[in-house]
């Protein structure tokens, strides 16, 4: 799924990193803006095999971080946020 590319572009990251495990959240940017804006389980499974993990570990760490689109999105994604720290900065204005 992923080209050649994108996965030289992985093996850059995984070099500057002492544990290729690090290189995992811009590996999954790199899998995400060739795909089109999400991750579809196909590049999962080429991020795991370029980083030399598996793929349901790349799929745990996509689960808990907000930023990796598991699905197709629009264009144009509008995020709202929720959280204490946006409500202090006024939010609710």
């Known amino acids: 799924m992923l080209s050649e590319k994108a996965k030289e ?3 850059q990251q995984m070099a500057r990193y002492p544990n290729s495990r ?3 959240g811009p590996a999954l940017y790199i899998a995400q803006e060739e795909c089109g804006g999400w991750v579809p389980h196909e590049a999962v499974k080429d991020v795991a095999e370029v980083l030399g993990m598996e793929a349901a570990d ?3 760490t ?3 971080y907000v930023m990796y689109n598991k699905a197709p999105v629009g264009k144009y994604l509008l995020e709202v946020c929720h959280n204490v720290s946006c409500a202090l900065l006024g939010a609710d204005r």
């Open 9 to 11: 572009a992985i093996r």
């Open 22 to 24: 690090s290189a995992l």
């Open 58 to 60: 790349v799929q745990s």
């Open 62 to 64: 996509m689960s808990f």
